[in-house]
């Protein structure tokens, strides 16, 4: 990789790991439902300002209905089920099941037919499935109500995002990241703000509050994501989303060391194996690779 692809990927792996720390503190202060759809909001709404500030010209030629769909599952969904999940299970164990986002994404290519399935995807998808299982079976705290309904809404998120990145990649591919970005992020608000009817902003969020949903907002959702989509056509699909496991380990860290949240260790081998799995479905190991050129 270029020293540019290195830098956008490092950033990437920090903001996003860091971001659920800052999504903790705007669930609390606007609920889940306020949290997804005002940082959704922000996030197009800010991009969009710059773009015309910058002068740069925007073509939203591919249509709303795909730009509708990926916000109404990488944005919409997937953020529905971190901002339900995240206070719920932890930041630590909503961080690994991100990770299993790139086994979500092969099950779901190999059904659309973009890609071939190989002995080794298979393997990693076993693997994976096996981390999932050790992740949720074997938990730090008491498997209630609460905790299943969370481990559910991150299944969600995940599934979310990674049904909503191979749509986009199938519908969006002569269309620029900035279009993509401020598109998806204006139609996951414009989505999700009727349900603030039923799940509404809990009380007065103080001035600080505001300071974190801009930053989370700004930082860590418009600029990330645009950053990510120029890694994916510098570098690759496949290299760009392994910046998840990178993602899994910076917020982990941040659970267990800053947060002090509980983790088994039997959790952590857990995440450590789904890890390895989709290290193998992505070809990122030196056995996997001509399995994957193959494919």
Request: one cysteine or more; charged letters at 10%.
């Amino acid at each position: 990789m270029r020293p540019r692809d290195i830098a956008a990927y490092t950033f990437l792996a920090f903001a996003w790991g860091l971001s659920f720390v800052l999504l903790l503190h705007v669930v609390a202060a606007f609920g889940w439902i306020g949290a997804v759809t005002l940082r959704s909001l922000i996030a197009g709404g800010l991009l969009f300002a710059v773009a015309r500030l910058s002068r740069r010209k925007l073509s939203f030629n591919a249509g709303w209905l795909p730009l509708a769909v990926v916000g109404a599952t990488t944005v919409a969904g997937q953020l529905i089920g971190l901002s339900y999940a995240t206070p719920r299970i932890g930041t630590a164990m909503a961080a690994i099941f991100v990770a299993a986002i790139p086994l979500f994404s092969m099950i779901i290519a190999q059904i659309w037919g973009l890609e071939r399935i190989t002995p080794t995807r298979i393997a990693g998808l076993m693997l994976g499935t096996i981390g999932i299982v050790m992740l949720v079976g074997f938990p730090a705290v008491p498997v209630d109500k609460t905790f299943v309904l969370g481990c559910g809404a991150m299944v969600f998120s995940t599934f979310s995002a990674a049904f909503g990145s191979n749509y986009a990649s199938l519908h969006l591919k002569g269309t620029g990241a900035w279009e993509v970005t401020i598109g998806s992020f204006i139609a996951g608000g414009i989505l999700t703000l009727p349900l603030l009817a039923f799940v509404p902003v809990p009380g007065v969020p103080a001035p600080i509050d505001y300071l974190y949903l801009v930053a989370l907002a700004g930082l860590m959702s418009a600029l990330t994501y645009v950053l990510y989509f120029d890694l994916v056509k510098s570098i690759g699909p496949t290299p760009a989303i392994s910046v998840e496991f990178a993602v899994t380990v910076v917020a982990v860290l941040v659970g267990a060391l800053v947060l002090d949240e509980p983790l088994t260790v039997l959790q952590l081998l857990g995440g450590a194996v789904i890890i390895a799995g989709c290290a193998l479905v992505l070809g990122l190991l030196p056995f996997g690779r001509s399995a994957r050129k193959t494919a």
